[in-house]
């Protein structure tokens, strides 16, 4: 579906007409990507997110099946293969390295994504099923992320699995026997290594997929845009080729800038140097962290250190922690105001930077020693986290009084957003 | 000569009670099938359960002859780390000295060691929380606030007894099951 004035394809040569009776691929590229998917506008550079998190996956699909030729998924010699890429394959230093800080760039990527989304209302009608998906694609990743670093079978590794599948013994009654048939054992081993190479492998593509989903739901309605305005005629947008391939291509250059920075000259600032270390399970490593994307998790988890009501701490914690990410998926009903930029929303804007600032605040607590002070600090954090999407959110959105909107994304941009932010009648043409 | 209500006469299937024959061959046919995919997912899942490598683990001797008291050792149990400790008295009176019904997890020491071997506390060492070793077995390593165990990983204070004291592990550390085969050797599992 697209908006009526959608340029047509219409292939001039014998060959592409030939191919478009038959099977209209280029078709469906033109009407996605193309000059047949009309585009707001006004889109700002936080629209690039979008992309880049899929060039991120590009890269991830790419250097990883390339590792997967070199790797060997056995508790024996998982460490000194990886070593073994590090120093005799050739190149594989480049895509040991390339693999492992792409991940973290694409969770810089979606975490931008997914506060651009969070700032501009885009998960608001008619685009909830967008939202909903971007949070299926969310735990995906995390889960591929987290099996991808136990593979190297360094200590990092092995007890990052060791925690991670701890938080199924939480479970009451059925909670071991879970843990004990998702390790295949009674510790991470060769049977958990295993399995975790084999769904590693695999998610990547289930990712793909619900990302064409994620796309395909999104142009139903067409892209959100800076002004929350919706689309009222074809003096609103654009095609997305050339302008937003344009712009995302420049965005993309910007992104992959970084990305190389990172990759040559600090390879390992975002890694552990533990991981360094084989794997050894009668050892902890003295200062066991997750990687930097689960920090504000890991500080939720670690807030509950009591017992409260019936439930025990460990449960608490570890119900808190998906709670927090599970909880996104009712956004798009627990935020009422029809009005989706936070550009009109002067209330709600403070609310926004404070729960930015609270999630930032979240991943260095999750990374600090457990003294009195940084678990008193977590649960203040993890508090308000949870009271910002169930107290703060339904309140602000219904005794909020919004700026008034443009008229129309065309006037936003004509009169520039700040005359247009004025009260109606004050506005100087 | 066939006519429209011809075809609908109890002839062609129906058994007069809106039901036809082929209802039932479909619901019996799809039914059939639900329970065939039910028992192809057995195996599927079956499969993820601990191989019969894994679950041949001999149970382990040790030999505790050259543990003085004060101090302990790590050995390695179905690949999980145990924690041997030969209490001194000062750690078994601290133990004794708590009373029971303050704690998260209520055992006395008693409970936890076998009758007259009291100084020997041999459990798992694998914290309750999410699975971390605790630090407290090796010398010098740091024992916590209670003089036991202490976790690293998310904060949890284990006493001289290997019990839960603090942070937010919900239970005492796991004693395997064991016994003694003779005063200087044990066998775990």
Redesign the interface.
């Known amino acids: 579906m697209s908006f009526p004035w959608a340029q047509h394809y219409a292939p001039k040569h014998p060959v592409t007409q030939w191919l478009d009776e038959r099977l209209p691929l280029p078709r469906l590229v033109y009407n996605a990507v193309g000059a047949g998917y009309p585009v707001p506008r006004n889109l700002n550079y936080f629209w690039n997110f979008g992309v880049l998190a899929g060039a991120a996956l590009g890269i991830q699909i790419i250097t990883g099946i390339i590792l997967a030729m070199h790797y060997a998924a056995n508790g024996a010699i998982a460490f000194d293969s990886v070593e073994s890429i590090m120093r005799d394959v050739n190149s594989g230093w480049l895509l040991r390295y390339a693999h492992a800080n792409g991940a973290s760039f694409f969770f810089i990527v979606v975490y931008l994504h997914i506060f651009r989304g969070l700032y501009y209302g885009s998960y608001k009608a008619p685009r909830e099923m967008v939202w909903l998906l971007g949070v299926v694609i969310f735990l995906l990743m995390m889960a591929t992320a987290f099996m991808g670093y136990v593979l190297p079978w360094g200590q990092m590794s092995f007890w990052g699995a060791q925690v991670i599948t701890g938080f199924f013994s939480a479970i009451p009654v059925v909670g071991d026997p879970i843990r004990i048939w998702l390790l295949g054992g009674f510790a991470p081993d060769n049977a958990a290594l295993n399995r975790f190479f084999s769904l590693h492998y695999l998610l990547p593509f289930v990712i793909a997929g619900v990302i064409i989903l994620h796309i395909w739901s999104l142009h139903i309605p067409g892209s959100n845009n800076p002004t929350g305005v919706d689309v009222k005629g074809p003096q609103d947008t654009v095609p997305f080729h050339p302008y937003y391939t344009a712009k995302d291509g420049f965005g993309l250059g910007v992104f992959l800038i970084a990305f190389s920075t990172l990759l040559f000259f600090a390879p390992n600032l975002l890694g552990h140097p533990d991981n360094y270390i084989p794997a050894n399970p009668l050892s902890t490593p003295a200062h066991i962290v997750p990687e930097w994307y689960f920090l504000p998790f890991y500080a939720i988890l670690k807030a509950f250190t009591f017992n409260f009501l019936w439930i025990p701490a460990k449960l608490w914690g570890v119900m808190a922690m998906f709670g927090s990410i599970l909880l996104l998926f009712f956004l798009p009903w627990i935020d009422s105001s029809p009005v989706r930029s936070t550009n009109y929303r002067p209330l709600y804007r403070w609310f926004f930077w404070m729960l930015v600032a609270d999630v930032l605040a979240l991943g260095y607590l999750g990374q600090a020693e457990p003294s009195t002070f940084v678990v008193f600090a977590s649960q203040v954090c993890a508090a308000y986290y949870f009271a910002h999407f169930l107290i703060i959110l339904p309140i602000v959105s219904r005794i909020e009084r919004p700026l008034p909107l443009p008229n129309s994304i065309t006037e936003s941009v004509l009169h520039g957003e700040k005359a247009e932010a004025a009260p109606f009648g004050t506005q100087t043409a | 000569m066939a006519t429209l209500e011809q075809t609908g006469s109890p002839d062609d299937g129906h058994l007069g009670d809106g039901h036809r024959r082929r209802d039932f061959i479909n619901i019996a046919a799809v039914s059939f099938a639900g329970v065939g995919a039910a028992a192809v997912v057995i195996p599927l899942v079956n499969q993820?359960?601990?191989?019969a490598d894994?679950l041949a683990l001999a149970s382990i001797e040790v030999d505790i002859s050259a543990i003085k008291a004060g101090q302990a050792i790590?050995t390695?149990w179905?690949?999980?780390?145990v924690f041997i400790r030969n209490l001194t008295p000062k750690e078994i009176a601290e133990a004794n000295a708590v009373p029971v019904s303050t704690l998260?997890d209520p055992q006395t020491l008693q409970e936890r060691t076998k009758e007259g071997k009291q100084n020997w506390l041999i459990t798992l060492?694998?914290c309750?929380?999410?699975?971390?070793?605790?630090?407290g077995a090796g010398e010098g390593e740091a024992k916590g606030d209670f003089g036991g165990y202490f976790?690293?990983?998310?904060?949890s204070h284990y006493d001289t007894a290997a019990r839960i004291r603090k942070?937010?592990?919900?239970l005492n550390l796991h004693v395997p099951d064991y016994a003694f085969k003779s005063d200087t050797v044990v066998q775990i599992g």
Not at chain 2, 128 to 135: E, F, N, S
């Open positions: 993820m359960n601990p191989s894994v790590k390695s179905r690949k999980q780390p998260r060492g694998v309750t929380h999410l699975g971390c070793v605790p630090l976790c690293p990983c998310h904060g942070g937010p592990a919900p």
